[in-house]
């Protein structure tokens, strides 16, 4: 087959070829959403590949968007980026990645090495409650969409967010298991200091308080100070957190965990201690990663709609939402739905007297509370 030309799918699309090239060039603000649906459809069909070398030339930048992410090593990530990929492909752009482990020095080389490339617009997963850093580039233009971190108001005018709504996500995982009966139930987070961690927690506060539990009466891990994003140190801190928690005199009859990762290192802790997940204690993760769905027992969770978010962060950064969504200073915020499994149910009774005489052992040589929290 030759090679697809902008005529071929204008007449798929049915619109002119004028029509096809604003799209392609980013110019499609003021387009019906059903024309720009039957464009990008068109393209995909096709597998129209657009010419990105003399474009560049006509525009003076490359056709591709920057994605910005903590690490892809999280599989919720990973599971982003390729979302957000195949959507910016479907739309004719490419898509130029780099991990910063919330490193705000890092943050701002990706920024800077995107923008020397000809790319201006980025999606950037932050939980800085800051954007300072990046204010020189956003002076000059940059078209910066922020993924899971509302819109502060500190923030400059032009920048917009697209996330789920995290306050509810911690209130539906923790009203859940409320309404199962557990009265003693525990937030594993590591470090509580990025913003949407923040929010969940809120939102599992406010499940507590509306079942008229106290909040600060429950047996809570806090972890340390500081925030990798991997997957390995998520798992460690679920693990050494319910190897903590279940030492106490008190343990939780279930675990709010910050992330799946985080609630699958909480279920192999718990196995450890010779308790079963789903009976003797119940775990809820959050972003309903494929891992969900392959552990035994499958985790219930939060689920994030990766396939929608990534959609919407798609049409901001390129200018495509609508009145409403795309102005500056706004969030675009999604709600996130309970996924239930396996691993809650009702109480079993109390979680010490299922213990090996002299309470929780230790293995696998991590300390109480001896690593860092992690981030979705």
Known sequence: MGTVTIQQVAVEAKVSATTVSNFLTGRSERMQPETRDRVRAAIERLGYRPNRAARALRTGRVHSIGLVVPSVANPFWGMFANELERASLAAGYSVLLGNTERDPGREVRYVEDLWDAGVRSIVIGTSLPSLDHLQPFLDRGLRLVTFDRPVQPSDPPSVVSVSVDNQVGGYLGAA??????????????????SLNRTA??????????????????????????????????????????????????????????????????????????????????????????????????????????????????????????SVESSSAGT?????????????????????????????AHRSGGIGAGGVSGAAT
């Open 200 to 321: 969940r927690y809120r939102g599992f506060c406010a499940a507590l308080d509306e079942a008229g539990l106290v909040p600060a009466d429950m047996p809570l891990w806090p972890g340390r100070d500081t925030i990798p994003a991997g997957a390995i140190e998520a798992a460690e801190i679920g693990r050494a957190a319910a190897h903590e928690l279940f030492a106490r005199p008190d343990p939780p009859t279930a675990v709010i965990a910050i992330n799946d990762i985080t609630a699958l290192g909480v279920c192999s802790g718990v196995r450890e201690l010779g308790l079963r997940v789903g009976h003797d204690v119940s775990v809820v993760g959050y972003d309903d990663i494929a891992l969900a769905t392959l552990c035994e027992p499958p985790l219930t969770t939060v689920r994030q709609p990766l396939p929608e978010l990534a959609r919407s962060a798609l049409r901001e950064v390129l200018h495509e939402g």
């Open 331 to 359: 969030s675009v915020l999604i709600r996130p739905e309970l996924v239930v499994r396996k691993t809650t149910g009702r109480p079993a009774g109390a979680v010490s007297d299922l213990l090996p005489a002299g309470g």
């Open 176 to 193: 859940h298991v409320v309404a199962l009966g557990h009265r003693r139930v525990s937030f594993v987070a590591g470090a509580i200091q």
